[in-house]
């Protein structure tokens, strides 16, 4: 039913306005960002509900503590995170060391 009042909108605004078809289609645009964005939103509400009832398998499980980890990452603030840069690039130093020995 949504999808077909659209349409009619679209119709009508096509026929009235020279730029109606352009409209139409960022119409459309932003009603598929939005169903993509609740979507996801509902994807990661499950996720956690599943992850909170012990319901994930395996598989499931290693990849939501990945994204959760993730997802960490980006709240770490940048004087942390230059921190443990250093770390990983003398460790990686190291191990360069380390093969070339």
Same mark, same amino acid.
């Given at each position: =039913?949504?999808?077909?009042?659209? /349409? @009619?909108? !679209?119709?009508?605004?096509?026929?009235?306005?020279?730029? !109606?078809p352009i409209i139409v289609g !960022? $119409?459309? /645009?932003?009603?598929?960002?939005?169903?993509?964005?609740?979507?996801?939103?509902?994807?990661?509400?499950?996720?956690? $509900?599943? +992850?909170? @009832? *012990?319901? =994930?398998? *395996?598989?499931?499980?290693?990849?939501?503590?990945?994204? #959760?980890?993730? #997802?960490?990452?980006?709240?770490?603030?940048?004087?942390? =995170?230059?921190?443990? +840069?250093? *770390?990983?690039? =003398?460790? @990686?130093?190291?191990?360069r060391k380390n093969k070339e020995?």
């Amino acid at each position: =039913m949504y999808f077909f009042m659209l /349409f @009619l909108v !679209g119709v009508v605004l096509c026929f009235l306005f020279p730029y !109606g078809p352009i409209i139409v289609g !960022g $119409i459309v /645009f932003a009603v598929v960002i939005d169903h993509y964005r609740q979507t996801a939103y509902m994807r990661e509400d499950i996720q956690a $509900i599943k +992850n909170h @009832l *012990k319901l =994930m398998n *395996k598989a499931e499980q290693e990849e939501y503590e990945m994204e #959760q980890a993730y #997802q960490s990452v980006d709240r770490i603030p940048s004087e942390r =995170m230059e921190v443990i +840069n250093r *770390k990983i690039e =003398m460790e @990686l130093e190291r191990e360069r060391k380390n093969k070339e020995t």
